[in-house]
């Protein structure tokens, strides 16, 4: 099972970027997926995160400016981020938990990064 992150990019402070991350590989079934991020320094923090069925959390720096959201059909999810800081620059990190089986363990997967730059 792959993680394949995609979208990132340079932006301007006040830009927007659309970020997707798929899922490939013989899953059963994704209990949730999410977006973190490591700025340089600094250590991975979630961005934002959405359980298979329930509502999205997001941390409190990007409330308002970033959504999260599935096509469980692809076996995707998106972060559409908005306003974007020169705080918000960082290698962006997508992460699912799935089963392989249907009373199988729950496995955690975590995508290449794709890097998200924001300059004058």
């Known amino acids: 099972v792959q993680l394949q992150a995609s979208g990132g990019g340079l932006v301007q402070p006040g830009g927007s970027l659309r970020l997707s991350c798929a899922v490939s590989?013989?899953?059963?079934?994704?209990?949730?997926m999410g977006w973190y991020r490591q700025a340089p320094g600094k250590q991975r923090e979630l961005v934002a995160d959405?359980?298979?069925?329930?509502?999205?959390v997001y941390a409190d720096s990007v409330k308002g400016r970033f959504t999260i959201s599935r096509d469980n059909a692809k076996n995707t999810v998106y972060l559409q981020i908005n306003s974007l800081k020169p705080e918000d620059t960082a290698l962006y990190y997508c992460?699912?938990?799935?089963?392989?089986?249907?009373?199988?363990?729950?496995?955690?997967?975590w995508g290449q990064g794709t890097l998200v730059t924001v300059s004058s």
């Open positions: 959405m359980p298979t069925g329930g509502s999205a």
């Open positions: 992460k699912a938990k799935f089963r392989i089986e249907h009373w199988g363990a729950v496995h955690v997967n």
């Open positions: 590989g013989s899953i059963f079934s994704i209990n949730s």
